[in-house]
């Protein structure tokens, strides 16, 4: 089935070449150019990903916007029955898309399964969600000054066309955490999938297409985003742009994409702040998991930790401890490894281990780990570190985690609402009311009480501050988010 279903997508053969789709047919594009998709296990080529050209990006944003009106017009009930029975056939393919994740961007099998299973979850949400989305009516007579002699009535209508940029580590996920809801709320997508993570992404479009996604709505367009991506988001079509990637890169959309309406996540050096009454034992496990689960390569995970010198010292053996318990770094096909494969390449472990060394020259000590290997790191924990030095001023998206002594926790809050990144925050501590008057003095987008930062559940608001993000996404969040309001005021006659 998976190769009778996925057909159209590719050449079949071996690595295969995989086509872009323009919203009619998987076709290979004409200029002739692909790019390597080599798995970071270890080095073997997966495949090709077409790089389109922009006369073929124009051709794909003509037929979206040309084809939108007619989809924000379908029935959403007919719309949210596509989206269930997408849903399904996520489910349906949960094994095959499982090991193709695995191979393409390295996750552990527990991982990848549990990124399957929670897109087609989460694509179900987004269609029970959307049937209670609706408008409103408002009367004039509300405001001082005015009558009933007007009436507004609000709706909720598309941005028009969507352009849906997902990132390696998460390219099934938050490629449908994008999709769905813009597809919901009538929106057209055109879905750009990262280089590395492009084939499972290929794959998750041609899942919508099967589905019953009419011609038009949905496009998947593939290349570098050096390439293609500036004139993608800056392109006179693209009704909004939804992206998730480094803040360097969304700060660059931005200034490509003036006046649409943006919705992003970025960059996340995400702080946890333990108090000196937190149950230590938990405040570990919870940044061992928060540190190292996927070797650290997820937005949420904590990047480095704050507390007395005491404090540190207690939590640096327990930590140390459970990262030998708990953490088994290997090929992620092994059922041995547990949270630490390897990062997305060697030249991204170089660049890690480049700001590791860079910091160590500047007091920091190896309390563990700190090796390399390719595109495999050690899971590495630093102490004696200071917030300017690489490990923290830059967001490290690796399996390393930072120790910060701090005099006070005044001095805690002044670190972290220092830092450009916003995005989450934890807080250990056994009073909850300590946590709460704690966290008010965050500026980040969330504040943990006694967990490490995550994305979910998905109904929860999720959103990053400073250069962490713009916007709110979460189901309820992210489908108002793919709409905008438009007020019609009718006047009654006097």
């Not at 790089?51 to 989809?71: G, H, N, R, Y």
């Amino acid at each position: 089935m998976p190769a009778e279903f996925f057909a159209e997508i590719s050449d079949q053969k071996t690595p295969p070449t995989y086509n872009y789709f323009n919203g009619s047919q998987w076709v290979p594009s004409s200029s002739g150019k692909t790019t390597q998709v080599a798995s970071p296990i270890d080095g073997s080529v997966i495949g090709f990903l077409q790089v389109v050209t922009t006369a073929e990006i124009d051709a794909v944003m003509d037929k979206a916007a040309a084809s939108q009106p007619a989809w924000e017009a379908t029935p959403l009930h007919q719309r949210v029955k596509i989206m269930h029975l997408a849903a399904d056939w996520v489910r349906h393919f949960e094994e095959y898309l499982t090991t193709l994740l695995v191979n393409e961007v390295g996750k552990t099998a527990d991982d990848a399964k549990s990124e399957i299973k929670r897109t087609a979850d989460l694509m179900d949400y987004f269609a029970d969600e959307a049937q209670s989305i609706h408008g409103e009516e408002i009367d004039s007579d509300n405001f001082p000054g005015y009558d009933k002699g007007r009436i507004a009535l609000i709706e909720r209508v598309a941005h028009g066309v969507v352009v849906a940029i997902a990132p390696f580590n998460y390219p099934v996920n938050l490629a449908g955490s994008k999709i769905a809801p813009a597809l919901l709320m009538g929106n057209n997508v055109v879905f750009k999938p990262p280089t590395q993570g492009g084939i499972s992404g290929v794959h998750l479009a041609q899942i919508f297409r099967k589905a019953g996604v009419p011609e038009g709505v949905i496009s998947c367009v593939t290349g570098k985003g050096e390439e293609i991506g500036d004139y993608l988001v800056g392109h006179p079509k693209a009704g909004m742009i939804a992206f998730t990637g480094s803040s360097d890169t969304g700060v660059a959309i931005a200034g490509k994409a003036p006046m649409k309406p943006l919705l992003f996540e970025c960059g996340g050096n995400n702080p946890a702040v333990v108090l000196p009454d937190a149950d230590m034992s938990l405040a570990a496990r919870e940044i061992v998991k928060g540190a190292f689960s996927y070797a650290g390569q997820r937005c949420t995970a904590i990047k480095y930790v704050l507390g007395t010198r005491e404090t540190l010292e207690t939590l640096e053996t327990l930590v140390v401890k459970m990262l030998a318990e708990l953490v088994k770094m290997g090929d992620p096909r092994s059922p041995e490894t547990k949270m630490v494969g390897p990062v997305i390449s060697a030249e991204v472990a170089e660049h890690i281990e480049k700001f590791i060394n860079e910091s160590v020259a500047a007091g920091a000590k190896v309390a563990v780990g700190g090796k390399r290997n390719g595109a495999y790191l050690e899971p590495t924990v630093l102490t004696s570190v200071r917030p300017e030095m690489p490990v923290v001023a830059q967001e490290i998206f690796g399996p390393v985690a930072s120790f910060i002594a701090v005099a006070d926790y005044t001095e805690a809050i002044r670190i972290v609402n220092a830092s450009r990144f916003g995005l989450q925050a934890s807080v250990f501590t056994k009073d909850e009311g300590t946590g709460l008057v704690f966290a008010k003095q965050l500026n980040v987008g969330s504040v943990q009480i006694n967990g490490s930062p995550q994305r979910g559940p998905d109904h929860f608001p999720f959103l990053g501050v400073k250069h962490s993000g713009i916007g709110v996404q979460g189901v309820r969040y992210s489908l108002e988010a793919m709409s905008r309001l438009r007020p019609i005021v009718i006047n009654k006659p006097q």
